[in-house]
């Protein structure tokens, strides 16, 4: 099947009450672990890659490993660009072919994110490619850019003014999450969701799920986020195979033994998720 939009996807998932899993991939193995566990479980599935992702190894290459995954699997697969830190990487990804984008204006004023994700989406939208955009700063440390303390929170009545003004697809809103490794268990502002929710009509996205417990997970999901990120785990579960292999077998020198493994990992890992956010099953599966 031909890669697909994230925007079927996610108002699909509005209507029915569920998420779709967003996962980061950082190699092929992990492409292949992804889609591999959505086409088990016949659910929808969005790959993604940061900034720094691409510069490792660019665009093309992810892109083309994830056209190739999709292809040879009946479930919809999309491909979407995580934290686009600036409107000429997010047009060379729409260039590319990925079929969704994200701009991430949340480090600069209001104003300025408000300009910045127009200009992406009257760029993407004339295509039929989604936007998505983030509102308040998620904690942490994505890529380059810090998730900051000034202000964290998305203000409801913002978000509301943001997408009516931008026209933006989905939105992330930050109510307590970070990116990377949590310290303790992360105290969100579930309330904050909930009036989200009540006054914006386009998706919600959750970022830095890794290490949100899955019952948190699942009462976002209720009351309103649609699409769900997890990026740091899958590092830390594709890190655990090739560790456990190369411990256990120290003289091998065949980088497809100890992928194999990592896959392995991945592969349960995302299974796992696709579980928690509700989609499996929800994945069209074609004759």
Request: with cysteine; charged share 20%; glycine share 8%.
């Amino acid at each position: 099947m031909s890669l697909v939009t994230t925007k079927d996807l996610l108002l699909d998932a509005q209507k029915g009450c569920y998420a779709v899993g967003a996962f980061n991939v950082e190699n092929m193995e992990m492409v292949q672990a992804v889609v591999s566990a959505a086409e088990a479980l016949n659910a929808p599935v969005i790959l993604q890659t940061t900034p720094s992702t691409v510069k490792y190894a660019g665009l093309d290459y992810f892109y083309a490993n994830a056209k190739a995954a999709a292809e040879k699997v009946h479930i919809p697969v999309a491909m979407h660009l995580d934290h686009g830190n600036s409107f000429d990487l997010a047009m060379q990804a729409f260039r590319v072919g990925y079929t969704s984008i994200m701009i991430d204006g949340s480090q600069k004023p209001f104003e300025e994110n408000v300009s910045v994700t127009k200009a992406v989406v009257d760029a993407c939208h004339p295509a039929d490619v989604p936007v998505e955009a983030e509102l308040g700063k998620v904690g942490g440390k994505e890529d380059d850019q810090n998730g900051g303390d000034n202000n964290p929170y998305t203000d409801p009545q913002e978000a509301k003014a943001f997408v009516e003004r931008t026209n933006v697809d989905f939105l992330a809103v930050a109510i307590g999450t970070a990116h990377g490794v949590y310290k303790g268990e992360p105290r969100l502002d579930l309330d904050r969701l909930s009036e989200i929710r009540a006054v914006v009509s386009v998706p919600l996205v959750l970022h830095g799920t890794s290490g949100v417990p899955d019952d948190t997970v699942r009462d976002c999901i209720g009351r309103g986020i649609c699409k769900v990120n997890y990026a740091t785990d899958l590092r830390i579960a594709f890190s655990k195979g090739v560790s456990t292999f190369l411990q256990e077998h120290p003289q091998t020198i065949d980088p497809k033994k100890y992928g194999a493994l990592g896959r392995d990992e991945v592969r349960q890992y995302v299974m796992q998720k696709i579980q928690v956010c509700g989609c499996a099953g929800k994945g069209y599966r074609m004759a």
